[in-house]
């Protein structure tokens, strides 16, 4: 007895959630107790409906209870710990929200270990004991615990499902073999499970080669992606110190030019100078003499005229004007020419031989130029195909899964998580990096030409996965006999010529994509600049008009 009264007890002071003893105990509304963390958990699950539940008796509140610890139960099962009450063994613990439960187990029911398939019920140890024991349960199907059971009776014979008919590809019971489903191709569901299994071991054989070839793939990526970043830092360094010298070499340029102009600007003051003190000299002379012969011209002895003038002394020789050789603001003009001449030929090597310094299919400092003829753009041309996996079942493809054709009917595509859902729209299975081009060719009344990243949703509200209406693709879109573009649900009306082609070119790291209308010649219709952050993937949408197709062109 005492030890029924512990065990009732424990089953009194735990958690029906944890079925643990009672942590920071609170009592709700109807008056059962949980622990504070399970019940609070448990509600937050039912925050969107806003409706809160008991998980015992599943009387529901709104709006969600505050909850407060019960401080009286909190302190009996602390007393009860303290008497060395434990939380129930774990091979006793009972069936909760998520479990399955023990079909024959009466009251609060116990968590079941297995189902059997031939009595359709689940047992927990205790229960499941005869199973082992008794010769008549020897040859039942024990497995692991299953909600689904109902699923192998016969809705329409009340039986258990034993056969399958494979001429309508389903599980049916004797009865079915014999009624409805008389003259069909039936055999036991274990002979087809047998085979099944057959071809799932080859599946997974299939598989498994798959992932060791893509592991190798990988590792080779990665060691691509190793030696392009030894590359790149070897020619990071390389040309620091090829541009260190250059500069170094430029410096040193600089300085003997400024040397020799400075050396030479000394010499032609020094030379200038000179000839100034020789000519402030000579005026100096002929000021005195002018002054002097002013004074004997004012004489008016005659004889003391005639006297003095043959005493004045001879002038000295003028200097030269041939010596004064003044060239207003070009004195450097020929080293400023010559430098200029440098600086011309330097820019001249840069712009033809820079191609041989930078890897033409890595432009790690220069973008190359947007091609401005077909013939340019058909060099970046890439083959595209449509990815099955991908298109939406009203879509059709055809012509190697380049082309796409809107069906009235729905096409029986296998289930795949790629597949889009709401828009019958299609992405390519090739991803595009780099610079690319391509074309779309369309008959009908309506497309979408677009790219996009590979998650980009596949199903959610209406504008997740329309192309051109997230921030995930970017579409041109004909309708009504107009283009427009549309990002992020952002509309630009497009004006250019109407052309069922259009030409599509990406230049991935330059961020740039543009549309062209494609017919005799090649008319620009919208660019973009923009920063892409991951690989893009081709895409059509074609709108709901039987028999509209979108092709991608083959162009080499």
Partial sequence: MAQGGVQLDRET????????????????????????????????????????????????????????????????????????????????????????????????????????????????????QPHYDA????KHKLVEPSKKLQENICSRHDEVMKMFCRTDQQCICYLCSVDEHKGHDTVTAAAQRT????????????????????????KLLQQEVEAVNGSADKAVEDSEKMFTELIRLMEKRSSDVKQQVRSQQKSEVSRVKELQEKLEQEMAELKRRDAELKLLSHTEDHNQFLHSYPSLSALSEPTHSSSINIRPLSYFEDVTAALSSVRDKLQDVLREEWTN?????????????????????????????????????????????????????HQSYSSHPDRFTVWPQVLSRESLTGRCYWEVEWRGRAVHVAVAYKNISRAGSVYESLFGFNDKSWALIYEQNSYSFNYN????????????????????????????SVSETMTLLHRVQTTFTQPLHAGVLLYCYHGTTAELCKLK
């Fill in 13 to 128: 002071f735990s958690c029906s959630i944890c079925l643990d003893l009672l942590k920071d105990p609170v009592t709700i509304p109807c008056g059962h107790s949980y622990c504070m963390d399970c019940i609070k958990t448990h509600w937050d699950k039912e925050d969107e409906k806003k409706v809160y539940s008991c998980p015992q008796c599943r009387k529901s509140f709104t709006p969600r209870p505050v909850l407060l610890k019960n401080t009286m139960l909190a302190d009996l099962v602390e007393e009860l710990k303290k008497t060395g009450l434990q939380a129930a063994p774990a091979d006793h613990c009972y069936a909760g929200a998520e479990d399955v439960a023990c079909d024959f187990c009466t009251g609060r029911k116990l968590r079941a270990c297995k189902s059997c398939l031939q009595c359709l019920a689940s047992y927990c140890e205790k229960h499941l």
């Fill in 195 to 218: 085979e099944r299994q057959r071809e799932l071991e080859g599946s997974r054989l299939n598989i498994q080669q798959r992932i060791q070839d893509r592991e190798k793939e990988v």
């Fill in 489 to 516: 649900r952002i509309n630009t009306p497009v004006s250019g010529p109407q052309s069922s082609r259009v030409g599509v070119y990406l230049d991935h790291r330059a961020g740039i994509l543009s549309f062209y």
């Fill in 135 to 138: 010769a008549t349960f020897k």
């Fill in 357 to 409: 310094v930078s890897p033409t299919e890595v432009d790690v400092l220069l973008s190359a130029a947007e091609p401005t003829t077909r013939a340019g753009f058909l060099k970046y041309s890439q083959e595209i195909t449509l990815d099955p996996n991908t298109a939406h079942t009203r879509l059709l493809l055809s012509e190697g899964s380049r082309k796409a054709t809107f069906m009235k009917q």
